[in-house]
């Protein structure tokens, strides 16, 4: 379900959608219940009488402005896409698509539309109803004045949302939301318990499950594969990790069974192993790394030159790391205390997301002073953070900063910046 609700959450249709339903329930609504006797007399304040032919004419004025305003929010919404496509990289549009503002405004607009759309085509099936259809274009016109908020609001947000503190921010904050999904704690009444990695040993019976097509591992149901016909199985050692991408024949898993085991139930444990175009922050925590990396990778690029926009990444990656340092990462061999099935698979270290937090920018960054000396400030701050097992980790990094610097030509000024720092870092 978690992939399936990563799709919603990443479109541009689902809120609009339900949006729409809402508005077309609410229509029929008008149409076929209200009565005006029974309406507070506030409401009948402010919803008068109205003849046919002008509610006609202001039903029908509405529509065209309404969807006049949604064709201006759906080309801001286009254009802002492509900027942010060529500023900070395709990948980053999910950031933009996950925008919930942006979904709830097109929602807006294109309910109202369709609640005027409605209400015009079913206005002469109810003539001699006048209390509904004054209410309906009360309701109409209330609908219009929402949309006018609607379209100011968004205006400032999409100015705002361009920014690049902005992207980088949400970016950082999408991450620190999914960290519950990235690191699970066990339930209370979990059957699952940790055991230690040589504890599983291979059975008489292997039976290897192979990809079927190709693709990026998006996520893998652990809990399900332990489920999965217990009786027959004694463990399964999973090869593929969220976020690798394989390739039709890709060894994904070895059943190790009791017994022999047919093609039918090896492909109900290939089931649990969702296989997608493109990587996904569900269970991939170098993914989520990795879009911050890809920022400061690109305001480092000669053609954008923006040394802030990357410190900021720098400074997001720090305080990821820092609260990612203070959890436990899932243990990288399991067991079912119920079935007494094992399972083994690949993990995420905390020495790895280190790692792609700050390699490929040591490496883009070799010729900028300054980011040479912040990048050195940032792990001194995330050293603080980090447990002792994680200490050499740290200096080795920065021991490759520094020796990078050895082949550049600075001034004396800035290798003096620089081993002050290292030397503070170190």
């Known amino acids: 379900m978690l992939h399936q609700w990563e799709r919603f959450r990443a479109s541009y249709w689902f809120i609009p959608v339900c949006l729409m339903l809402i508005s077309c329930s609410s229509a029929f609504v008008f149409i076929s219940l209200i009565d005006r006797p029974d309406l507070p007399d506030w409401v009948q304040t ?14 029908s004025t509405l529509a065209s402005s309404i969807i006049t305003a949604t064709s201006i929010a759906f080309s801001m919404t286009i254009v802002a896409l492509t900027m942010a496509s060529a500023q900070f990289g395709p990948r980053l549009l999910r950031t933009f698509m996950l925008d919930k503002g942006t979904q709830w405004i097109l929602g807006i607009l294109l309910s109202s539309f369709l609640f005027c759309l409605i209400a015009t085509h079913q206005l002469d099936s109810f003539a ?4 509904a259809r004054s209410l309906l274009v009360a309701t109409a016109m209330l609908a219009m004045i929402i949309d006018i908020f609607g379209m100011i609001y968004f205006l400032h947000h999409i100015a705002r949302f361009i920014q690049a503190d902005q992207v980088i921010y949400r970016s950082y904050r999408e991450f620190i939301g999914n960290i519950n999904h990235l690191f699970p704690q066990p339930a209370a009444k979990s059957t699952i318990r940790v055991i230690a990695d040589s504890l599983p040993q291979p059975t ?21 594969l332990l489920q999965t016909h217990p009786d027959l ?14 390739f039709t024949g890709h060894r994904l898993m070895t059943i190790h069974a009791n017994l022999p085991v047919s093609d039918a139930h090896l492909a109900d444990f290939a089931k649990q192993i969702r296989v997608g175009t493109n990587r996904t922050p569900i269970q991939d925590v170098e993914f989520a790394i990795s879009q911050l990396v890809e920022l400061a990778l690109r305001a480092l690029s000669p053609g954008i030159n923006d040394p802030y926009s990357a410190m900021a990444c720098l400074d997001k990656l720090t305080s990821a790391c820092a609260a990612i340092g203070q959890l436990e990462f ?4 399991i067991v079912d205390t119920q079935s007494n099935s094992w399972l083994k698979r690949r993990t995420f270290t905390l020495e790895g997301v280190i790692n792609t937090a700050y390699d490929q920018i040591r490496q883009a960054s070799v010729c900028h002073v300054a980011m040479i ?12 953070a980090m447990p002792d097992t994680v200490q050499p980790l740290i200096s080795a990094h920065c021991d490759a900063i520094f020796q990078l610097t050895d082949q550049q030509d600075f001034c004396g000024k800035d290798r003096r910046d620089i081993e002050e720092a290292y030397a503070l870092a170190r």
Do not use: N, T, W
């Open 46 to 59: 402010i919803a008068p009488m109205i003849e046919q032919d002008a509610a006609r004419q202001l039903l």
């Open 128 to 131: 001699e109803f006048a209390d």
């Open 204 to 224: 008489e019976f292997q039976h290897a499950v192979f990809a079927a097509d190709c693709g990026y591992v998006e996520y893998i149901d652990y809990e399900c």
């Open 233 to 246: 199985i004694a463990g399964i050692e999973v090869f593929a990790r969220s976020g690798d991408h394989i």
């Open 330 to 333: 899932p243990a990288q061999s």
């Open 373 to 384: 000396i912040y990048q050195l400030q940032s792990l001194y701050s995330l050293r603080k």
